[in-house]
Each structure stands twice: as structure tokens, then as C-alpha cells.
């Protein structure tokens, strides 16, 4: 059985799903996100298309690539793209400030090219991803695999520790043929100068730190709607 805890999760992030997708226009390129949250809103997508609404999409990810598919949007490649009119995306912690943790589904370098190339950048999000401060939630760094001892060094003189991804016991790979390495940084007071610190080191994909990347986050709250501009 589910939790009351995860159906509650679910119920909120449906909630601020529904009303992200209000946000799509007829003929915009819409950027998806990845995972449970970005699932949601291709589904509210979806329901719009089929009264009468005209959208192309770009994914973050080959899953969400064929989610979207399956739900008949028609994807166009990330890479013939020089802007994306809306991106609906989640987020693993956000503040007020809008600053977020992002890439606990492994797709933060596809999601930050997404976010990158947005007009207008929307986070759906349930309650519990409110944080004062981020960093309760690792810091997932995309690694280039020959780099991966190096890049653990340099985490570790930038005050992080990291553990390698798994998943069902192999190493996790990413979209890209890259590595994960989540870093506990402890609580983060400077998350811009952390960004910083980790776009410095060689071998560094990309980080789950997204700072100055987001126009408005939608947490829905119980049976309230809050929005973070």
C-alpha cells in the first residue's frame, strides 16, 4: 500500500501540475521535465491537446521523451532548438529565493540545457520541497567517467563528500554515458558560490545546483496553491 504520505505528495504535485499547464499557449514549445512531478503535468498536457490545444514539446530525458510520446506530443530534438517558449519541471528543494536542488532523477544536464533555453521557467512542486536552506537534499554532479577520480577529489576540497550513483547494484548512467556522484555539502548558505566552485572543476558535466535558472515555482499545499516569484 501506498503511503499516506506519498498520496498525499502525489495530490499536490497533480494539483500544481494542473496549474502550471494553464501557463501553455496555443503553438508554444513547451520544455518537459523529468520524473514523477513532470509526468503530471504531460498528462494535464495532454487532456488540454485533446480540446484543441497546439503544442510542440522538448524532453530532458529518453524517458520523459517517451512518456510524452505515448501521450501523442510530438517532440522535437533539444539540440535544433535555440529557445523554448515555457519548460514545467519539478524540483528535489527549492527556497523562496529560487534557488533549487535538481537531478535526483539523473537527467540535471539535459534539465539544465531545458531551464537554459526557457523563456519562462515554471517548477511544479508538492510541499515538502520548501526548504529555508538547500542542502538536506545531496548535490548531484554529472561526471565524465575518466574524470571521476579526479572530480571526487576536488568535491571533497570544495567541502563535499560524494558516493558514486548506483542503481539495482550497477553504476547509474546517465542519457549522456555520464556518472553521478551525489555530494553532501551539508546546508548550503552560499549556493551561488558552490555553483561557481563546481562549474571550475574539469570533468563536471553539469551540477544539480540551479541558481537564476527559474521565473516561478507553484507548490500546492493541502488544497492551497502557492506561487514563488
Known amino acids: ?11 499536490e504535485k497533480l494539483a500544481a501540475a494542473k496549474e502550471a499547464v494553464k501557463l501553455v499557449k496555443n503553438n508554444d514549445v513547451v520544455g518537459l521535465g523529468t520524473g514523477s512531478t513532470a509526468t503530471f503535468a504531460i498528462k494535464e498536457l495532454a487532456e488540454r491537446m485533446k480540446n484543441g490545444l497546439q503544442i510542440t514539446a522538448a524532453a530532458s530525458s529518453l524517458k520523459t521523451e517517451e512518456i510524452a510520446s505515448s501521450y501523442g506530443i510530438p517532440i522535437l530534438k533539444l539540440e535544433t532548438l535555440g529557445s523554448i517558449d515555457l519548460s514545467i519541471d519539478g524540483a528535489d ?13 539523473g537527467a540535471l544536464f539535459r534539465e539544465k540545457i531545458v531551464a537554459s533555453l526557457s523563456k519562462f521557467s515554471v ?17 548531484p554532479v554529472e561526471v565524465v567517467p575518466l574524470a571521476l577520480q579526479y572530480v571526487s ?38 549556493p551561488a558560490e558552490l555553483a561557481f566552485t563546481l562549474n571550475q572543476i574539469d570533468g563536471v558535466l553539469a551540477h544539480g545546483l540551479f541558481i537564476g535558472l527559474t521565473s516561478k515555482v507553484i507548490m500546492a499545499r493541502a488544497e492551497e496553491i502557492l506561487v514563488f516569484e
Not at 528543494?93 to 532523477?105: M, W
Open 1 to 11: 500500500m501506498e503511503s499516506i504520505d506519498k498520496v498525499k505528495q502525489d495530490a
Open 123 to 139: 517548477i511544479v512542486a508538492d510541499s515538502s520541497k520548501k526548504v529555508d536552506t538547500l542542502g538536506a537534499f545531496t548535490v
Open 153 to 190: 577529489d576536488q568535491l571533497e576540497k570544495a567541502g563535499g563528500s560524494g558516493i558514486l550513483r548506483k542503481r539495482e547494484g550497477e553504476t547509474f548512467v546517465t542519457d549522456n554515458g555520464n556518472y553521478i556522484i551525489d555530494a553532501n555539502f551539508g546546508l548550503i548558505a552560499e
Open 93 to 105: 528543494e527549492f527556497t523562496e529565493s529560487l534557488n533549487l536542488i535538481k537531478g535526483g532523477g
